[in-house]
């Protein structure tokens, strides 16, 4: 069906975004774009959320979106059970002292506050995802569960979808400026547009078993870890507390590579199997359901097909340890918020809509070879990386959750030679690297600097410094329809911030107090300058022009 007869079918819906697919990362694009006021649909062929403990270690920049988005307080409070939980634990079984704890705290020391107004937080995908869908709903979602998508085309102008309700039969023509394919690792969008896939492919394969014990909490005892590795030979598996008291998860190893099929696992097998592994040959266990899963490291090779994207699992595809792939797709969709409703409002042009695959492509082709990394290191059950692959052990997590870079992208003077994922961390503001958190007084209120950025461009420049940078903005605001907000940092009666204790915002942000910086919407660093110009609202419209494609 052609756009202009679809217009005339009284059974067409007419929306900006159209997103297939929802869970984490359907829904998190949902709550970025509604809270930039972009209309939009989700459709997700499942009735519900997901049912299944999965997926639950929200890193501290993943934690930072959803501050932002206010969606925090809520997230925390449905991850309370598990609030105590840090360390992972690898040993032969739980009985007996032997084994290590490979970390026995996520932030030992309480030295992550220096970085970020957020921290990590261990919440499983049943608990998260209805969280989320509450908060879309309340920013006004478009939210169809049990709605499958039949067909797509994909034109100059927009995209044409057919999608059908599972519970009526009734079939909807959508009409989209731009489709968001967040449809899973097997992702039917991305097979329809022929996207190909870079990487080595399948990693290893674990079925999902969830069970009830109430004398395995005794045998646990005080050890609160996230992920206990067991690791018998004859009986390896990785143990998840869902509650510290009675449910749990098993992950135990499966190989269909062998023939092994998903009936072998009976509940006889599987009792037995965590019976060993926990090292209690009586110990109760009530098998409640089972789900099988398999690892990948897979990178598509294209995030944009004209006016449709990828984000999540449809993107990527990597190893489970350390909880990348959820946050990556979530960090995904966060950066592409921004600019679909740049676009759409009409403050940017269609180029910036390619700087999305330029920055989140790198990103996880980066991190999934870190997970890979981190799964040989951890000796996940299942995993037999090849000789020499495991790559020693992976320290430095903070550079894949916070440090990781957009060498390439809409950033002007970003460090073209950077790796994606430094070595070491730094948080300092060059360019195409996520914004420094400072602690400021705005308006009496204690706030991030990280706080400010979601709904507009933020500049940063010194109170009373020379070179005029905020008048220049204000200036420049007021004859451009792009939103750019202007703040003076430091001491004194013009100062709109003013930083906690001795905190120098500009060291802080690698410039000089005459200098400026200009954030973008998602708290990354476009630019900056290390002092005044000639003529600063020239030189940032000439910023902006090459950010945005238009001004």
Not at 300 to 305: F, H, K, L, T
Not at 494 to 515: C, F, K, S
């Amino acid at each position: 069906m052609n756009q202009e007869a679809a217009q005339a079918d009284p059974t067409t819906h007419r929306v900006p975004v159209l997103i297939v697919g929802g869970s984490l990362v359907g829904l998190s694009t949902s709550v970025f774009l509604g809270r930039l006021g972009v209309p939009h649909t989700l459709v997700e062929r499942h009735a519900g959320t997901s049912i299944h403990p999965r997926g639950r270690g929200n890193n501290v920049r993943t934690m930072e979106l959803f501050r932002t988005a206010g969606v925090e307080p809520m997230i925390r409070q449905a991850a309370a059970t598990l609030a105590g939980n840090h360390g992972i634990l690898q040993t032969p079984t739980l009985v007996g002292e032997a084994g290590e704890w490979l970390f026995k705290e996520i932030d030992e020391g309480g030295g992550l506050a220096r970085f970020s107004p957020s921290s990590w937080c261990l919440c499983s995908q049943n608990d998260l995802e209805p969280v989320l869908l509450d908060h879309a709903g309340r920013l006004g979602g478009d939210l169809r569960y049990a709605t499958e998508l039949l067909s797509f085309e994909s034109g100059p102008s927009g995209v044409t979808a057919i999608v059908k309700s599972r519970e009526t039969g009734e079939h909807t023509t959508v009409l989209a400026d731009y489709l968001v394919a967040a449809d899973g690792p097997r992702s039917p969008v991305r097979e329809q547009l022929g996207i190909g896939q870079s990487g080595p492919g399948e990693l290893f394969s674990n079925v999902s078993i969830t069970f009830r014990s109430r004398r395995l909490a005794d045998v646990v005892g005080e050890r609160r870890f996230i992920v206990c590795y067991l690791t018998d030979p004859a009986a390896d598996g990785a143990l998840l507390p869902v509650d510290n008291r009675e449910n749990w998860v098993f992950h135990a190893p499966w190989h269909p590579e062998r023939g092994e099929t998903l009936e072998e696992f009976t509940d006889e097998r599987c009792v037995e199997h965590i019976r060993r592994a926990v090292g209690v040959a009586d110990l109760d266990v009530q098998i409640t359901g089972r789900a099988p899963w398999h690892a990948a490291q897979r990178v598509a090779r294209s995030y944009r097909s004209g006016r449709v994207f990828l984000a999540g699992d449809s993107a990527h595809e990597m190893s489970p340890t350390g909880a990348f792939g959820s946050n990556t797709g979530i960090q995904d969709a966060h950066n592409l918020a921004w600019k679909l409703a740049a676009v759409l409002d009409g403050w940017a042009g269609e180029s910036l809509l390619d700087s999305y695959d330029a920055e989140r492509r790198p990103v996880a082709e980066a991190t999934s070879a870190r997970a890979a990394a981190r799964s040989a290191e951890h000796s996940h059950p299942g995993y037999a990386p090849a000789p020499g692959a495991g790559g020693g052990p992976q320290r430095g997590i903070l550079n894949v959750a916070l440090g990781y870079r957009y060498p390439h992208g809409a950033v002007v003077g970003a460090d073209p030679t950077t790796p994606v994922v430094p070595d070491r961390l730094d948080l300092s503001g060059a360019p195409g690297s996520r914004a420094p958190h400072l602690a400021v007084r705005h308006r009496g209120e204690r706030i991030s600097t990280l706080d400010l950025y979601e709904r507009s461009l933020v500049l940063l420049s010194g109170a009373g410094a020379a070179g005029d940078w905020h008048e220049a903005a204000v200036r420049l605001a007021g004859r451009t329809s792009v939103p750019l907000t202007s703040y003076r940092v430091g001491e004194g009666p013009d100062a709109e911030l003013v930083p906690e204790g001795d905190a120098n915002w500009a060291a802080a942000h690698g410039t000089t107090p005459e200098g400026a910086v200009l954030v973008r919407p998602d708290g990354f660093v476009a630019w900056r300058s290390q002092g005044p110009v000639p003529d600063a609202e020239s030189a940032l419209r000439e910023v902006l022009s090459t950010l945005l494609g238009s001004v």
